[in-house]
C-alpha cells in the first residue's frame, strides 16, 4: 500500500502522516515514510530521539533520472530502492523507517 499526503502549508499533514505512520506500523505493517517537505519535520512529529534525527541523511538528487520514451517522460531510480533504503533509512518510533528525501540548501533554493 502506498499513502501520500499532501495539501496547503499549514493544514496538518505531517501531524496526520507521523501519526497513520506509527499507527499501521503499531497494527503490523512495514511502513517507509518518506519526508519530502523542504522543511522537513516529520522526524521530530514521529518522535524520533535528537540522535536519530541528527543521523538522518537527505537521500540525494541524483538517484532520481528523467527517462523519455517517445513523448513520456518518467522519473526514474538510478540505484536499487533497496539500497538506498538501507544507506539512508532511519529507524524510529514503533519501527517506522523514515528517509528524508529534500531541503533547502541554502536561500533562494527551496
Known amino acids: 500500500m502506498k499513502i501520500a499526503v499532501a495539501?496547503?502549508?499549514?493544514?496538518?499533514?505531517?501531524?496526520?502522516?507521523?501519526?497513520?505512520?506509527?499507527?499501521?506500523?503499531r497494527r503490523g505493517s512495514h511502513v517507509m515514510a518518506v519526508d519530502g517537505d523542504p522543511n522537513?519535520?516529520?522526524?521530530?512529529?514521529?518522535?524520533?530521539s535528537r540522535e536519530q534525527?541528527?543521523?538522518?541523511?537527505?537521500v540525494p538528487k541524483d538517484i532520481m533520472e528523467i527517462k523519455e520514451e517517445g513523448d513520456t517522460r518518467r522519473l526514474v531510480m538510478t540505484r536499487p530502492v533497496?539500497?538506498?533504503t538501507s544507506e539512508y533509512a532511519v529507524e524510529?518510533?514503533?519501527?517506522?523507517?523514515?528517509?528524508?528525501m529534500t531541503g533547502v540548501?541554502?536561500?533562494g533554493a527551496g
Request: hydrophobic residues 40%; glycine residues 14%; without cysteine.
Open 82 to 84: 533497496e539500497e538506498v
Open 53 to 58: 534525527r541528527e543521523s538522518l541523511m537527505r
Open 105 to 107: 540548501d541554502h536561500a
Open 92 to 100: 524510529g518510533p514503533d519501527g517506522v523507517s523514515l528517509m528524508v
Open 40 to 48: 522537513p519535520n516529520l522526524s521530530v512529529a514521529l518522535g524520533m
Open 7 to 25: 495539501g496547503k502549508g499549514g493544514s496538518g499533514k505531517t501531524t496526520i502522516s507521523a501519526t497513520l505512520a506509527r499507527i499501521l506500523a
